[in-house]
């Protein structure tokens, strides 16, 4: 039996019958904004990182309409190696469009979006792949620690994350970010997510499927500089809230139907105090508080429909996400795969 076996494999016996069918794909996406700086040493650390596991590789840079050399350095690395492209969009439309443009144009059975400032170790895709390999869709990245932020910071990261954590419906996970692997059906359902405001954490926690964090320590920027400040930070908090909760238009309903209790309340008191003691004129300043209190409550509230509202309307003008400028290298193959930006 055997021996009939082994004549029927012949010589090759000992080869995997199809060794380029079982190797899968992996692609790297990496949105770039103004990164010239530490590009050339990203690009090697993230090669030596790939090339050490056992997948076809693939790096997909994202130019988010950088001001300095950026593009250029992209465009020679993918004229010297094959599996590198570049997805160069017509202007600087944001990380979160500029990685939905990398993910779109990511044709690979998974796909790992990695910070283009060292922030991400990329030897830390090893790790990603092998819990792919076992069956998870999504595997991120939850950072240890936080070198090189202030307290500040982390206090409000601290206090966001418990706030979205209570408000949203759908799990969105701590001290994570955008750092990931996503499986080819987990890219493919977030494709299928087209809003405007993209609170990429949020929409990576509602697509479900199998998640698993790995913690890792996180690096300061290796060069460069940060494109975030509090203003920013703040309106990324409130873009998380409003697009995963809309607890705070209820907000006003019950502020409301507490303080009408309140004053039916006082207005018994006055209309009792006004029958037993008459009506001597007085109450200005209380009469002053009220109003001014009343008055800044309602146009919290009013901002609070606005804040919605102005997202309802921009997303109702179903602009597409990002423009490309221009496709080089794998980026274009992706694209007759039928990547749109809308
Ligand atoms: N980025 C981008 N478009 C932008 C801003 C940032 O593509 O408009 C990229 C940037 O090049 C980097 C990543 O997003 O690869 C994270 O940006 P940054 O390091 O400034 O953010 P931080 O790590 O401080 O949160
Ligand atoms: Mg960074």
Redesign the pocket.
């Known amino acids: 039996m055997s021996g009939s076996l082994d004549a029927a494999a012949g010589p090759h016996a000992s080869r995997p019958i199809a060794p380029a069918a079982a190797r899968r794909s992996l692609c790297v996406v990496?949105?770039?904004?103004?990164?010239a700086e530490v590009l050339p040493l990203l690009h090697r650390r993230l090669v030596a990182a790939l090339d050490a596991i056992d997948a076809d590789w693939s790096i997909l840079y994202?130019d988010?309409g950088s001001r300095d050399a950026t593009r250029s350095l992209i465009e020679q690395l993918a004229a010297s190696e094959p599996r590198v492209g570049l997805v160069a969009l017509a202007r600087?439309f944001?990380?979160e469009a500029?990685m939905t443009a990398g993910l779109d144009h990511a044709d690979a059975d998974a796909v790992v979006i990695v910070?283009?400032?060292l922030?991400d170790p990329p030897e830390l895709i090893a790790t990603f792949w092998r819990h792919f390999l076992e069956g998870h869709d999504v595997v991120y990245g939850v950072r240890r620690s936080r070198a090189g932020e202030s307290w500040l910071k982390r206090a409000t990261a601290n206090a966001f994350y418990r706030l979205i954590g209570r408000l949203s419906l759908t799990p969105v996970p701590a001290d994570t970010g955008d750092f990931r692997l996503l499986s080819r059906r987990a890219n493919e359902a977030l494709r299928r997510l087209r809003e405007r405001h993209r609170f990429m954490k949020g929409l990576f926690g509602w697509i479900g499927f199998r998640q698993l964090g790995v913690p890792y320590d996180r690096e300061p920027?290796a060069a460069g500089s940060?494109?975030?400040n509090y203003w920013r930070l703040w309106n990324f908090a409130l873009e998380g809230i409003t697009s995963f909760s809309a607890a705070p238009l209820k907000l006003a309903t019950y502020v409301g139907l507490a303080t009408s209790l309140l004053a039916f309340a006082y207005g018994v008191v006055v209309i009792v105090r006004t029958l037993l003691y008459g009506d001597p004129v007085a109450g200005y300043p209380s009469l002053m508080v009220v109003i001014l209190f009343l008055g800044g409550l309602q146009l919290m509230a009013l901002g609070l429909i606005g804040e919605y509202l102005g997202r309802l309307y921009m997303e109702g003008k179903q602009r597409p996400l990002y423009l490309v400028d221009r496709l080089v290298g794998i980026a274009r193959g992706a694209d007759r795969a039928g990547a749109a930006s809308d």
């Open positions: 990496v949105p770039c904004f103004d990164e994202v988010d600087n944001g990380k500029a910070d283009a400032d922030q920027r940060t494109k975030w």
